[in-house]
Each structure stands twice: as structure tokens, then as C-alpha cells.
């Protein structure tokens, strides 16, 4: 399929014509402007019947109920549906599905994760429309995507832009707890209300993100699609929920000392701003204005690194942190628990 990008390439190269002359094979606006139609129509026709309205209903204060909505997409023929964890947070009752071919069925919450805001639904509709899951990493800024959504049921949602930004960190709460959702796909392909859970897909129809939020006008962010998402997704199929380890403390990057700096060979470190009485990093004896520069071997320079190594494999195994204390370096060594909300 020709993208819109190489037609006018090609049409800047050749220059204007006059009265259609030119040289042959040339693009014209209009054929440009086709193929990105064709582009955008097609992606919406594969998509569609892969991405479900969801109406959920909450009990409020009082035992009063009202109903959210969102989208979702299908990931599987058997069932199994792939959301935003927002937009199914605090039911406990079964979820509305509608599809755009009229079916209409109850889906179950299997799992929520929201510290990657993505959760998991299971139906028992039959030979449901699964989508071809993309890998955001092979995304550039400028690429054309498509945003899909089901906010008003069997009226889908079709939006297009381009990927504005990539990397983007989007915070996520939990409780007391905040983390972060990292490489978050920034695009102006506008979301429309009810479109969370929807899929944000290539211009092959590949399903590169799952939409979040609206960042501001004209902006929109997705959580994406690749292999560390896949994984947590995989353990709300397996488990209903994500294991990940904590050390009970609150951090923030920090520039290392000159002369650890260059001892160690780099420049920033996880400054430790608040130590948990009585977590794995107080009872290791880990301390306010330590700066964490590596666990095990593994160096981090920010809060997002330290998160990207705290996985539930650890929980319960003894982890070397190396940190720089008064501009020394030293190690220490703790039992990292479970983070629970």
C-alpha cells in the first residue's frame, strides 16, 4: 500500500505541473489525497468489527448505580477482549459488549492492571473478529495511525493523525501509589469521549496502541503494544493481576556527584527522597539522599529505569542495590515485598 508520505515525496521532487502536465506518473494532490483516504477507510473497515462499545455500570455512594462506556478490542476469536483499565475500575458486575454487527453479549472482567491501565474481559460470543496485534517499538514520529473507537455503539469512531511523539511517561494511580506507563504514544488523531479501550492501529490495521486519555487539544496518548505490554497482558490472562515487587521508597533523578559521576561512568542516579518506615529499603538500611545508581549490574538513571527492574520475579529474592552515600559508593542488599493496592 502506498502511503501518503512517499506520494508527496515524489510530488516535491517533480515540482508543480501545469494544467495536469508533467512528467508521467506523477501524483497529483488529489491521487495523494486518495490514497490517504483509501489508507484510512481500509484500516476502519478490517478494524471495526474488532472493536466492542462497552457499557459498565457502577454502584456509587449511597448504593446509587450509574453507567461509563468505553471501547475495547478483540484479541483473540474465542473471546478474550483487551481495554483500558479505567474504564471497567470498581464493577464488579458483568460488562455490556456490542459489536457493529449487532451482537450484543455480557463480558467479565478477568483482570485490571492500573499501573499499565490496560485490563483483560472474556465473552462467550463465538468467532468474534480478533485483531492483529502491531509492535509499537516500530513506530516513527510522523507515521500515519488510526484511532478506532465503539463510544455509541453500532456508530464507530474513526479518527486519523499522525504519531506526534514517542517515550512519553503517563502517570498512573493506584491508591497512595503512582507509577508510571512508559513509551506512551503521543498522537493528534483526536479521541472522541468513549473511546478508551480502543485500538490505535497502523496504517496495515495493526493494533499499535490501546487509547488512554486525551492529553490536551488536539493530543491523545495510548499505552502501547509491545513486549513489555504483552507480558502484562499475559499475566491478566494467567493470573488475573500483575506481581510487582516494592522497596518502600519515593525517588526522583538526580545528577551524580563529579566524582562518582565519573567513577562510575554516568551522569544521573535515582535520588532516594523518602524511605517507608519499615519496607525493604528501611530495614535495609537504605536512606534519605542515597542515590541508587544500578541493581545488581544493571544501571538506572531515573524512576522509570528503577520500576522497569522491580518485576515479580523478584519478590521475596535478595537484590544487591548499589548506591552513592555522602559521594561513596556502597552496596546493600534487600528483600523486595510485593506492591499491593
Known sequence: MIAIADLLFVDSLIGPTRDGAGVPGAASDAEALDAYSRTVSGVAER???????LRVRHRGRGGATFEGGGSAVVITPDGYLLT???????TRRPVR?????GRECEAQVLGADPFSDLAVLRTDAPDLAAAELGDAERLRVGQLVVAIGNPNGFAGSVTAGVVSALGRSLPTRAGAVTRFVENVIQTDAALNPGNSGGALADGRGRV????????GVGLGLAVPINAATRLIVGALLRDGRVRRAYIGIAGGPRPL???A??????????EVVDVVAGGPADRAGVRPEDLIVAVEDTAVEDVNGLQ???VGEVIGSEVR??????????EVRLVPAELTV
Do not use: M, Q, Y
Open 257 to 259: 556527584p563529579p566524582r
Open 261 to 270: 559521576a565519573a567513577r562510575l561512568g554516568r551522569k544521573a542516579g535515582v
Open 47 to 53: 478494524l471495526s468489527p474488532s472493536v466492542a462499545n
Open 321 to 330: 542495590l548499589s548506591i552513592v552515600r555522602d559521594g561513596e559508593p556502597l
Open 208 to 215: 499499535v496502541g490501546i487509547n488512554t486519555a486525551v492529553a
Open 97 to 101: 459488549a456490542t459489536f457493529v454487527d
Open 308 to 310: 522497569r527492574l522491580l
Open 84 to 90: 483500558s483499565a479505567h474504564v471497567v475500575a470498581g
